[in-house]
């Protein structure tokens, strides 16, 4: 089976980045497919904009706590048989500082899978690099096949936040 297309998996994240000047609040869908900001439960304003040269920046403010609030991403990565695992890559800054969770989410029967980091991701004033790598062999619920994937980024869900994702890739490991 050849491996997936690296070009394929960040198609939502290049077709954002195309579009400079996009902006909304969070009740709005962000204005590509497969790219979704969204929060469950609380009182939160949020807003997001494309910004030329930034994938996507974050605003808002917490009156009441949100259950969660989440950029999600989906992947079309049914069969992970001639994989290792999977990558993430992301460049970011947020003043002031805050700490990212990333989740692969596997669908599985009637509900899914998360596959966890024991570390998160910090992001502060200065922009730097961050790389999360799930390797098959290593991180629990992590299934070889499953019929949809998803990459969960858990942003504070009870604070203000301001947050620039400059740069955001998906990369595989073969095997």
Request: proline share 9%.
């Amino acid at each position: 089976m050849p491996l997936p297309d690296q070009t394929l998996l960040n198609a939502p994240l290049t077709a954002l980045t195309a579009l400079p000047g996009a902006t909304g609040a969070l009740a709005d869908a962000l204005p590509v497919p497969g790219l979704r900001l969204m929060a469950s439960g609380g009182d939160t304003a949020l807003q997001w904009s494309s910004p030329r040269d930034r994938l996507l920046e974050v605003t808002g403010t917490v009156t009441a706590p949100a259950d969660w609030l989440v950029l999600r991403l989906t992947l079309d990565l049914p069969d992970m048989a001639d994989l290792a695992g999977v990558g993430l890559w992301l460049r970011g800054a947020a003043d002031p500082a805050l700490t990212l969770r990333a989740v692969l989410r596997s669908g599985q029967g009637d509900g899914h899978l998360d596959a966890t980091q024991d570390r998160q991701i910090l992001c502060h004033a200065t922009a730097s690099d961050h790389s999360i790598l799930w390797l098959r062999d290593t991180t629990p619920n992590l299934p070889v096949t499953a019929p949809w994937r998803e990459l969960l980024l858990f942003l504070p869900a009870y604070r203000a936040i301001t947050l620039s994702l400059h740069a955001m890739r998906i990369f595989t490991v073969p095997a």
